[in-house]
């Protein structure tokens, strides 16, 4: 790319992505650290009310205990349920995922049934029933505060799942936009690699030559910029084959074109298939460079037939065939375009490897475009027998 214009364009596109990719990195990662931190924060709740129901728990059954007084057990268990229940409050009131949340919902209607529990055993106790309040508190009560502890494990489990889901996406984001400004940044320097300039461009560029001087010397300017003999050869001879195909009037002119067509083309053998646009099966026609014996012997193509002419029919595009070094002769199979659809092809076996030529492909073009202009003014009962031109 030698624009100077356009070399800032793409450069400061450039800085414009890599911009935005920084920050996006760096808002991604700040936002990452405040939910690592929140998630910490909600950990270190969780792991304390888990540690005062297991206290609650204890201090329950201490009711019953021997050598234990519940002039003290009783306001300790009083306090820790207030705190478990303040602490799961402010727990579900935090934002936190819906899984979480739940699970907190839960663990504070368990810890509500806990309070319930835990004034039955004591109505027992100041009723003199030790018994009865040992059996409440040691299945209903302690089941109680295992279950809230358990509960409030699972929502700091469901809290952790979602902070995971959540950092996946993000990271995902970032590996998104980070592999975009590399792939531009990448893109944009291979295009800034400076192209070698062509030894005429350079020879201007030297000497100092503006435009306007080379137009005003037209011996310089044809000298740099006309085509090859050999491309000027081409171009000639197509343009008399297009003023001849639009005055041939029988197939021995036609054959006679189709010959000229095989030596602009280097081309050992060309011919002419012939189907219709509903898709009838290719018949060969006319032909040069082969006896009227084995073009008699050439069989018709069907429009699904895997092969080069078949592939041409059907899809109405160019097929070339390559060479092999002591093998076959490369081809060319160029489409017969009607207004309708495809009609024929015209297949050319080239020899040196002359099927990869350009001047020889838009040359098997141009001949089967006249085709077409040929074939659809020719009445069905009009086309003729498949004939082998003479060489």
């Known amino acids: ?46 792991r304390e009310a888990t540690d005062a129901l297991a206290e609650l728990r204890v201090g329950q059954q201490a009711y019953v205990a021997e050598g234990q007084g519940i002039a003290y057990w009783m306001p300790k268990v009083t306090t820790l349920h207030e705190s478990v229940t303040a602490t799961l409050t402010a727990l579900r009131a935090s934002p936190v995922s819906g899984g979480a949340k739940t699970a907190l919902d839960e663990a504070a209607a ?55 889901l959540v950092e996946a996406a993000l990271r995902g984001k970032e590996m998104y936009a980070a592999g975009g400004a590399a792939g531009l940044a990448v893109l944009v320097l291979l295009l800034l690699i400076p192209i070698p300039r062509a030894p005429g461009q350079a020879e201007m560029a030297d000497t100092g030559l503006s ?4 137009a005003l010397q037209p011996s310089i300017a044809k000298t740099d910029a006309a085509p090859t003999s050999r491309q000027a050869t081409v171009l000639k001879a197509a343009a008399s084959l297009a003023t001849d195909f639009g005055r041939v009037r029988d197939a021995d002119e036609m054959g006679r074109l189709l010959g000229r067509t095989a030596t602009l083309m280097d081309a050992s053998g060309v011919v002419v298939w012939l189907g219709n646009a509903a898709g009838s099966d290719l018949h060969p026609i006319l032909a040069h460079g082969y006896s009227a014996q084995a073009l008699s012997r050439m069989p018709p193509v069907p429009r699904s037939a895997d092969n080069a002419a078949g592939n041409a029919y059907r899809t109405g595009q160019m097929q070339i065939v390559l060479s092999r070094p002591g093998g076959a002769a490369g081809a060319i199979v160029a489409p017969i375009l009607a207004a309708d659809g495809c009609i024929g092809a015209l297949s050319a076996e080239v020899q040196g490897g002359g099927e990869a030529s350009e001047s020889a492909q838009a040359l098997a073009t141009i001949v089967a475009a006249h085709l077409a202009g040929v074939l659809v003014e020719t009445p069905a009962t009009a086309v003729p027998e498949p004939k082998a031109a003479q060489g």
């Open 1 to 46: 790319m030698r624009s100077r214009a356009a070399r800032l364009i793409f450069g400061a596109a450039t800085l414009v992505a890599i911009g935005a990719a920084s920050f996006l990195l760096f808002k991604t990662e700040q936002q990452l650290a405040t939910m690592k931190s929140t998630l910490r924060a909600f950990d270190v709740r969780t």
């Open 110 to 164: 368990t810890v509500g049934e806990f309070g319930s529990i835990d004034r039955r055993a004591r109505d027992y106790i100041n009723g003199g029933q030790n018994l009865m309040a040992a059996d409440v508190i040691f299945t209903e009560g302690g089941e109680a505060a295992a279950t809230a502890a358990r509960q409030v494990d699972t929502a700091r489990s469901a809290e952790h799942q979602a902070f995971d």
């Open 211 to 214: 435009i306007r001087s080379i």
